[in-house]
């Protein structure tokens, strides 16, 4: 007669388990180690791919903002065509060499923005609206330039209601931008000369609201005046 067999505790079952499934995964080593070294040395180059790309862009980074401050004084100063081009004999590149080079870094977009107002301060509209445009940067100060700069270009042109958008697009990047109120401002003006009173009045009204300490808040009592006559 055959004896009962012993039930097995729950403990008991999940050593079994976890004895079994030690050796399938020793078994599946055994069988698979080849291409595990494979994928493993496949990996290893992709990270020391990756660590280097991350430490080239880094050092192009600071490349960059190394030439970006010694082109500033210049640009400070007000000399925008020899900040432009850069300085004959010195080390000075010129934003337009550090453009070129370094584009595709954080502080080669920063250059974008300061080559773009250098030529906008010279009367080359269409030269400072590229790079305005062309501005993919991460830093919403300097995002915030970048659509004012082509607001001020359509406005030039007396396209009224594209300038008025892109100001309103300055406007609504960053809350901490001190310049909002200016930016509202001209979104307004600008609405006002392209016959949409109806957004200019709201506009001017916010900017008396929210920003009531501000230059621009100043400035809107005439517009709305005008506005309600």
């Known amino acids: 007669m055959l004896s009962k067999r012993k039930k097995l505790s729950k403990k008991e079952i999940k050593e079994d388990k976890l004895v079994t499934t030690y050796y399938k995964s020793i078994e599946f080593f ?7 070294a494979l994928y493993a040395g496949i990996l290893a180059v992709v990270v020391v791919g990756i660590i280097f790309y991350v430490n080239y862009r880094n ?10 401050s010694r082109v500033i004084p210049l640009y400070d100063a007000g000399s925008y065509l020899e900040a432009i ?3 004959k004999g010195t080390k000075v590149l010129g934003l337009k060499k550090i453009v070129d080079e370094y584009g595709h870094y954080e502080y080669g977009e920063v250059a974008k ?7 906008n301060m010279l009367g080359k509209f269409d030269e400072a609206l590229k790079f305005y445009e062309d501005y993919s940067g991460s830093n919403d100060i300097y995002k ?12 030039n042109k007396k396209e009224w209601e594209k300038a008025a958008n892109l100001f309103m697009d300055a406007a609504n990047i960053s809350k901490e931008n ?26 001017f009204k916010k900017v008396k609201k929210d920003y009531s300490n501000s230059m621009a808040a100043r400035e809107v009592d005439r517009y709305l005046t005008v506005l309600e006559d």
């Open 144 to 155: 915030a330039t970048s659509k004012a700069g082509q607001a001020g270009y359509y406005a």
């Open 30 to 36: 055994e069988n698979n180690k080849q291409k595990i």
């Open 85 to 87: 081009e850069g300085r």
């Open 113 to 119: 923005i300061y080559l773009a107002n250098a030529y």
């Open 178 to 203: 001190v310049l909002n109120a200016e930016y509202l401002l001209n979104a307004g003006i600008y609405y006002k000369e392209a016959g949409n009173l109806d957004e200019a009045r709201e506009i």
């Open 59 to 68: 050092d192009q980074n600071e490349k960059a903002n190394l030439e970006l």
